[in-house]
């Protein structure tokens, strides 16, 4: 909790626990240094900011010499020193002084409905951009409403900032009007946290935040703010300077492990490269197009590793797991050899994990040494930047033929290949989203809610780039589709933004329509509209002897919602209006909202059962029957 002796306390992942030191006490002002640098500031425009990119750590020293400011104006000046050009909050009363040096500063602000929604928002223009996305919520239940999203960003590895207002630094512990302890609260759901007690310590904890969210295995920070802190003056007197003694990040893979690793992949007879979200966040999708193309490997993605390798390409196995193809599986049971970078191994890859790849030796290249051997043993470990090691990597492997390999693997797709029955009169919602694909060319952005809606996402759209798919994988938190597609949009103001969503997940934030009218984003939300929770229908349907518990609710009319909310609003239950309608969706300006009436029964398959070896696929049979 807070620290005792009035200094910030601070916490990352795995429980390291850091004490700050307080600065030295400030100087009196150097006049003409202040002035220089309110004139430096008075020059810095939106979007002139250099970007900070998550594999480029600011150097340690920076910060304006002399420069007498309240806490909150020290915030803002980190923020644009930071590169910060966009940024998403909701007011309350202890963040007023902050939002008041906001009011003129060069930074776009977007405020959402509800913070949970502005904190997804952060993340998926994280995500979208690779920069750093920042939230800033007044206490008690601001603070509080961030946590989902906080979660969401930690199980994705999503490199945020949070900015939380407290109250008074003498009120904490007194229950004092909206007190939450934000700090307690968010401990498991970030990567680093503290509160700043000092305002001297304000300046390099905003900075240490930003360092520590974009380095490493990136995630959230929250850095937690009494309001007497934010309109106490200081005196910045010179180079604002990190203190992180026990914080470490490693990007530089050890070389003999590399070259173990080359020579288990020149030996493998049946190789397969299996990557998720690390080689998005390091920027590696070309590393690992050229690992595959020069030592010939078969490549399976995590729902998170979507885009980082292009689906067309004739290499790719797609997503491999519970809603995997069958392909993926297969090779991945039968392969000698398994080559995992920045992956995970979640139970929604592994199945069993006793019969997991049974036959593999295992090279596992993360940046995070906890997640080395945490779930699966391990035979090469190496631990560092996905990109840093590609690049060593493929100088050391040759190219190999493995026909029967590669002709095995042909096979399985051809037999297994994801389908669907497009002979159906009814609107299928793996249709749809074929269409989609078709008529974006493969260039969209899609973000999505979470159930089937996801998984045939993730199925039928062929991604081709990385921070195109934007899900919520490791919390799978509904409500993610419709303020991701907006913080994607804002990233990214010229491509092409859909939020391809459950009417359950989308009812969960639906209220954020009004941020993207506001705004005028020309979002596009596709909601497969089945009635049903549609993926727990599914289990119940499987495993509950059909006994449909809680999982149908009435909907409002979607369309009509969205017209009340001053977007656009289209239903569709026609399965031949479906082109047309996607065709005046996508040269639609404004938000949209097509609310598509697909068939309530549908499922989502292969589906490895809960606790089966991902092998043991049902619904093989299905689509095989619609060869
Ligand atoms: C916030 C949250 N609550 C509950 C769940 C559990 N859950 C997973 S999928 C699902 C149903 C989703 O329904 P819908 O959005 O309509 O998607 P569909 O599966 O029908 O495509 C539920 C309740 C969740 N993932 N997130
Ligand atoms: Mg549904």
Not at 109 to 132: L, N, T, W
Not at 254 to 274: C, D, G, W
Not at 487 to 513: C, K, W, Y
Not at 593 to 598: A, E, L
């Amino acid at each position: 909790m807070h620290g005792q002796d009035g200094r910030a306390t601070m916490f990352i992942r795995k429980g390291v626990k850091m004490k700050s030191k307080s600065r030295p006490s400030a100087k009196p002002a150097d006049q003409s240094a202040f002035a220089k640098a309110t004139a430096d500031k008075s020059t810095i425009k939106a979007g002139a900011h250099p970007v900070r990119n998550s594999t480029m750590p600011n150097p340690n020293t920076s910060g304006q010499k002399g420069k007498i400011s309240n806490g909150a104006q020290i915030i803002v000046d980190m923020l644009i020193e930071q590169g910060v050009d966009t940024m998403f909050g909701y007011t309350g009363g202890v963040v007023l002084p902050l939002f008041d040096r906001l009011y003129d500063a060069p930074i776009r602000f977007i405020v959402p409905r509800h913070e949970q929604g502005g904190c997804h928002m952060a993340d998926a223009y994280a995500r979208a951009s690779g920069k750093v996305g920042v939230i800033l919520a007044t206490s008690g239940p601001g603070a509080c409403n961030l946590v989902t999203g906080l979660a969401t960003a930690m199980m994705d590895s999503v490199p945020m900032v949070a900015l939380t207002g407290q109250v008074r630094t003498e009120l904490i512990g007194n229950d004092a009007f909206q007190e939450a302890d934000t700090t307690g609260i968010t401990r498991p759901v970030t990567k680093y946290n503290c509160i700043v007690k000092d305002v001297k310590d304000l300046a390099r904890t905003i900075k240490e935040a930003f360092y520590i969210a974009s380095t490493g295995r990136p995630g959230p920070v929250l850095v937690d703010i009494p309001v007497d802190i934010a309109v106490s003056k200081c005196n910045l007197d010179g180079p604002v300077e990190m203190e992180l003694p026990g914080y470490r990040s490693q990007p530089k893979g050890n070389a003999r492990q590399i070259s173990k690793a080359a020579e288990a992949i020149n030996k493998s007879a049946q190789p397969v490269l299996y990557v998720g979200g690390g080689i998005i966040s390091s920027n590696a999708s070309e590393e690992l197009r050229q690992l595959a193309k020069k030592a010939h490997l078969p490549v399976t993605m995590t729902l998170l590793g979507l885009g980082s390798f292009d689906q067309r390409l004739p290499e790719s196995l797609d997503m491999l797991g519970m809603h995997g193809t069958a392909y993926a599986n297969y090779a991945v049971q039968q392969c000698d050899l398994l080559i995992a970078v920045g992956a995970r191994f979640d139970d929604r890859v592994t199945g069993k994990l006793a019969t997991f790849a049974p036959n593999a030796k295992i090279i596992h290249i993360d940046i995070d040494p906890a997640s080395i051997s945490k779930n699966v043993h391990v035979d090469i470990p190496i631990v560092g930047d996905a990109k840093e090691i590609l690049v060593e990597l493929i100088k050391e492997v040759e190219f190999k033929e493995r026909k029967k390999w590669f002709a095995k693997v042909a096979e399985w797709k051809k037999k297994f290949e994801l389908r669907y029955d497009q002979q159906a009169s009814s609107i299928k919602p793996q249709y749809v989203i074929d269409e989609i694909c078709r008529q974006t060319k493969n260039e969209a952005i899609i973000t999505t809610g979470v159930g089937q809606n996801q998984m045939w996402a993730a199925q039928f759209y062929k991604f081709i780039r990385p921070r195109q798919f934007i899900s919520s994988g490791g919390l799978g938190t509904m409500g993610f589709g419709l303020p991701a597609a907006i913080g994607a949009q804002i990233a990214r103001p010229d491509a092409t933004v859909i939020d391809i969503d459950g009417d359950h997940s989308f009812n969960m934030t639906m209220t954020e329509l009004a941020t993207a009218v506001e705004h005028n984003l020309p979002i596009k939300v596709c909601i497969l509209n089945n009635g049903y929770m549609g993926m727990v229908r599914q289990w119940q349907e499987l495993f509950y002897n059909k006994r449909y518990s809680k999982s149908y609710l009435a909907n409002p009319d979607y369309a009509a919602v969205a017209k009340a909310m001053g977007a656009v609003g289209e239903t569709v239950d026609k399965k031949a209006d479906v082109p047309k309608v996607i065709r005046s969706m996508l040269a639609e300006k404004k938000p949209c909202v097509v609310d598509f009436r697909v068939e309530k029964e549908e499922n989502v398959w292969p589906m490895v059962p809960a606790g089966k070896s991902i092998d043991e696929m049902n619904g093989l049979d299905i689509l095989e029957s619609m060869a």
